[in-house]
Structures are given as structure tokens and as C-alpha cells.
């Protein structure tokens, strides 16, 4: 059973900085895609980065968070981050991790933290 941890969302001023962190267990993060996705009130939710890694590691990013949110791992904790940087309102939402294992979806999913940003 694979579970996922979401922690480290908060209220911010917009500029300021958050981590995010995404933990598991049950699968280990070194053999999957790992993504980061978003929900805003009234909003879908949309994809903000992922992480994967075979014989090195790539990363994504939404073209509204490049270069303000980066993504990495530590494997020996089997967890995976994401540095928010120079936030703004509308980075507002709820953050979830999720895990594709097996599958060309994500099918794995944590319980989300919240991030508010305030102008």
C-alpha cells in the first residue's frame, strides 16, 4: 500500500517562501514519476512539476512557476520537495504529490497541503 504525506504549506506574503515537502512509504520514490499538482477554489487542478529519473534525472515545470519553484529528492528519505520561491496570490491552492507507479497516469495521491499567499 502506498501512502504519501504532504507537508510544509502555510500562509506566505506574496515574494516570500515555501517548501513543500512529499513523503512515502510502501513504494520508494527513486523507481517512479513523482508530480506536484494544484487546485485553487472554483479552479481544476493543474500540474505544477514533476520529477523522474532513470538514467538521469528529469524534471517539468508549468510555465507559471519556471524559474520561482524547483523540484529535487532526497533518497535516503525518501522524500520529494518543492522550493517555492516568489510567490504570489495566485499561487493560491491546495498542493498535492502524487506517484505514477506502473501506469501513464498519476494513481497515487496524498491528502494535500495548503499554500495561501497573501498580496
Known amino acids: 500500500q502506498v501512502q504519501l504525506v504532504e507537508s510544509g504549506g502555510g500562509l506566505v506574503q506574496a515574494g516570500g517562501s515555501l517548501r513543500l515537502s512529499c513523503a512515502a512509504s510502501?513504494?520508494?520514490?527513486?523507481?517512479?514519476?513523482v508530480g506536484w499538482f494544484r487546485q485553487a477554489p472554483g479552479k481544476e487542478r493543474e500540474f505544477v512539476s514533476s520529477?523522474?529519473?532513470?538514467?538521469?534525472?528529469?524534471?517539468n515545470y508549468a510555465d507559471s512557476v519556471k524559474g520561482r519553484f524547483t523540484i529535487s529528492r532526497d533518497i535516503a528519505k525518501n522524500t520529494v520537495y518543492l522550493q517555492m520561491n516568489s510567490l504570489k496570490p495566485e499561487d493560491t491552492a491546495v498542493y498535492y504529490c502524487a506517484l505514477r507507479v506502473a501506469s501513464t497516469s498519476y494513481n497515487y495521491w496524498g491528502q494535500g497541503t495548503q499554500v495561501t499567499v497573501s498580496s
Open positions: 510502501g513504494r520508494t520514490f527513486s523507481a517512479y514519476p
Open positions: 520529477i523522474s529519473w532513470s538514467s538521469s534525472t528529469t524534471t
